[in-house]
T-cell receptor, first 116, second 110 residues
């Protein structure tokens, strides 16, 4: 199992450019999440999905879009990049079973994005 | 709304014990997670408390009081590799969502 994988690892964007951050998990988890983490801060939830075809906004969704066409993939789209979107982006996944340990979220390695 | 508070920084000595506190005010609270995050890396799971009391796992223990909205992470026999940020996160239902605190940066010194 590779777990949660993210590409790219690093990216520099110019203001106004667009890009898609890729996230894939091979654990057959139904829940997936996108977070951003600014320096010295905790993680803020951008969007989440409870299954293929279902997505919902988190705490800081403005400027982002997501889709979930398969269980495995949950891409994050930035349409018009702004300097305020400079951050580290983490994708995570979890399952939801009777074992309380199954609520744990597994994180990908992150994408470090700079918008200049 | 959701609010989680934890100290910004702590310093402790190798071999000692340190307690990192977390207080929370959240709606729909179901449990409390602790994650460890080394600089430049992803968070990794440490513990999950859903019932009141202490959960022990090796050198790490975590405590929860639901009535007081309070949790702590206890690290024993500190090692240099324990220098990291420790994130407290409240679990709410409806999508398995987590609300994270800003993290406590722990520095272990000789």
């Amino acid at each position: 199992n590779a777990g949660v994988t993210q590409t790219p690892k690093f990216r520099i964007l110019k203001i106004g450019q667009s890009m898609t951050l890729q996230c894939t998990q091979d654990m057959n988890h139904n829940y997936m999440y996108w977070y951003r983490q600014d320096p010295g801060m905790g993680l803020k939830l951008i969007y989440y999905s409870v299954g293929a075809g279902i997505t919902d906004k988190g705490e800081v969704p403005n400027g982002y879009n997501v889709s979930r066409s398969t269980t495995e993939d949950f891409p994050l789209r930035l349409e018009l990049a702004a300097p305020s979107q400079t951050s580290v982006y983490f994708c995570a996944s979890s399952t939801h079973g009777r074992d309380r340990g199954s609520y744990e979220q597994y994180f990908g390695p992150g994408t470090r994005l700079t918008v200049t | 709304g959701q609010n989680i508070d934890q100290p910004t920084e702590m310093t402790a000595t190798e071999g000692a014990i340190v307690q990192i506190n977390c207080t929370y005010q959240t709606s729909g609270f179901n449990g409390l997670f602790w994650y460890q995050q080394h600089a430049g890396e992803a968070p990794t799971f440490l513990s999950y408390n859903v019932l009141d009391g202490l959960e022990e796992k090796g050198r790490f223990s975590s405590f929860l009081s639901r009535s007081k909205g309070y949790s702590y992470l206890l690290l024993k026999e500190l090692q240099m590799k324990d220098s990291a940020s420790y994130l407290c996160a409240a679990y709410t239902g409806g999508g398995n969502k987590l609300t994270f605190g800003t993290g406590t940066q722990l520095k272990v010194e000789l």
